[in-house]
């Protein structure tokens, strides 16, 4: 006779029968027999008897202490504020970057919460993002959520939390409906870090967590389809959480993913390469949060707009590139650029125009000529689907100098810059007194309209760096939407354990890979 804390679910036994009578029933009585097992705590049967007693005994505790505590605790009414979460993809260093991107769309949404960070998963580093909202309907298909489609694995709804075992189960069991009670479900774990005091497996919360959700689980893959309820248990150090996953919808989305991804590759095969070149990804996404900040306001938007924008280091043209090839992938394409970029460095800007021109295969249309700067190079593209044409000039000469030329033609709609940081770059100086990147950000602050962004990549704000962007920013009158450092602080790749740990090698690492990425706003 089998102990009274280990007897299965009612509706188990049958489950078994309707499954080994249908087609599927290899696949669904393995599936539905593994889950029992976890139940009954039979998986510990290859173990020696005297530490299978032992593992038993404490299970038989565990659940019976879990479920006495669920049934002795008085339900509490569920918030009516609503929370979401994402968890972003593996980024290795740009995870802070994509929690940046996320309440940079949170900013364009005139959400009045903010993205948090609420868990970091190291092996994949990854971020778990959390979003509050007080919307009348949950799975209100017309709230436009701030996490990147293209950015994160999953995006779901937390229907129980708690900081332990038994307020999960109570929260779950409050949760639970009549109407849901002929639903079917799924139940899978991602475990960021094991919650502190961890008494238990993953085998027996899921086990424990199922006997308090409504309706009936989904015994083969084949039998999932749309209506059914994917249940997610998320584990931190200091929470557990219940999550109900959204579906995807990656239709609308399509169309920018593939020119990402046709980008990335024609990128890869640009003429003139660059040592101090900024991350393509940290590119695409800087482009994206731009393009998302100038398209804030609907009403100012036209069918037929022309944006003007600034690099006035333009490197290798990384971000004129992507601005160029995937500024209009995502809306309807009505908006042309007007590109001006600035290099003091002739290699870099000789060599930025040829990279544009071949991306955008218009090398016989380059127009060199003499001008203020010295030299300069305009190009133009013309789409044959929009009907727009989008312009480029590139000046080689000083930045600071220039701008105050340049910016007679009108100031710019927006700004982005590398600013020189690091040792390889051209203009890289330590001496506070001659800081060529704050000279650049004062002259920014003269050329751009009020209220435009400018996004701004420059060295880490250690006190040993000579500049530093955010305080610059708003010495200048700037709004700050938000500053991340690449990679996240504190980041260091685990231990492999392959070498022997020697005493220098157990010391940080000084880099000078390190940099920092600020959202600003113009002043009014």
Same mark, same amino acid.
């Given at each position: 006779m089998m102990h009274p804390q280990h007897e299965r679910q009612p509706g188990w036994s049958n489950a078994i029968a309707a499954a080994m009578c249908s087609k599927r029933h290899r696949y669904a009585v393995q599936l539905t027999i593994t889950f029992a097992l976890v139940a009954s705590i039979n998986p510990f049967q290859y173990t020696s008897y005297e530490r299978r007693r032992e593992l038993s005994g404490l299970s038989r505790k565990w659940k019976s202490d879990v479920y006495n505590a669920v049934d002795d605790t008085t339900i509490t009414s569920i918030s009516p504020t609503v929370q979401y979460v994402a968890k972003t993809t593996e980024s290795f260093k740009l995870a802070d970057l994509y929690w940046l991107q996320a309440n940079v769309m949170a900013y364009c949404g005139n959400s009045q919460s903010v993205v948090e960070k609420m868990a970091f998963h190291r092996p994949t580093a990854s971020l778990l993002l959390g979003y509050n909202t007080t919307s009348s309907s949950s799975r209100n298909s017309d709230l436009e959520l701030p996490f990147p489609t293209n950015r994160v694995q999953y995006v779901g709804i937390i229907v129980a939390s708690g900081a332990t075992v038994q307020e999960l189960l109570c929260k779950t069991k409050a949760t639970s409906t009549c109407d849901s009670f002929d639903s079917f479900w799924t139940l899978d774990c991602d475990t960021f870090e094991p919650l502190a005091g961890r008494q238990f497996t993953t085998s027996m919360l899921l086990c424990a967590v199922s006997r308090h959700l409504s309706g009936k689980p989904v015994l083969g893959r084949d039998d999932i389809d749309d209506a059914t309820i994917s249940y997610l248990l998320v584990e931190t150090s200091s929470q557990l959480y219940l999550i109900e996953k959204l579906p995807a919808d990656n239709q609308m989305h399509d169309k920018y993913n593939e020119n990402v991804s046709r980008f990335r590759q024609e990128w890869s095969r640009r003429p003139f390469q660059y040592?101090?070149?900024v991350n393509i990804e940290i590119a695409i996404t800087v482009v994206d949060m731009l393009q998302r900040l100038m398209s804030k306001n609907g009403e100012d938007r036209q069918d037929k707009r022309r944006i003007r924008l600034l690099d006035p280091t333009v490197g290798s043209g990384s971000f004129l590139a992507a601005a160029a090839k995937l500024w209009?992938?995502?809306?309807?394409? +009505?908006?042309?650029?007007?590109? @001006?970029?600035? &290099?003091?460095? /002739? #290699?870099?800007?000789? *060599? =930025? =125009? #040829? +990279?544009?021109? #071949?991306?955008?295969? @218009?090398? /016989?249309?380059i127009t060199a000529e003499e001008d203020f700067s010295g030299q300069s190079w305009t190009f133009s593209n013309a789409d044959s689907k929009s009907e727009m044409s989008s312009r480029a000039t590139i000046h080689c000469g000083d930045s600071v100098e220039l701008l105050s030329n340049i910016s007679q033609d009108g100031k710019f709609d927006c700004v982005v810059s590398n600013l020189p940081w690091n040792r390889n770059t051209f203009e890289y100086k330590q001496d506070t007194s001659s800081c060529t990147s704050s000279d650049i950000m004062k002259q920014i602050a003269e050329v751009i309209k009020p209220g435009k962004p400018v996004i701004v990549v420059s *060295? /880490? +704000? &250690?006190?040993a760096h000579a500049f530093n962007a955010k305080r610059t920013l708003n010495s200048l009158g700037f709004y700050i939407i938000g500053e991340v450092t690449i990679p996240p602080a504190g980041f260091s790749l685990p231990n492999s354990g392959k070498k022997k740990s020697t005493g220098a090698s157990d010391r940080p690492m000084k880099r000078n890979s390190n940099c920092v990425v600020t959202v600003a706003i113009a002043p009014c």
């Open positions: 040592s101090g070149a209009n992938s995502r809306d309807d394409q +009505n908006e042309s650029l007007d590109i @001006v970029g600035i &290099d003091s460095n /002739s #290699k870099c800007s000789e *060599g =930025t =125009t #040829k +990279n544009l021109c #071949k991306l955008l295969g @218009v090398e /016989s249309s *060295g /880490s +704000n &250690d006190p």
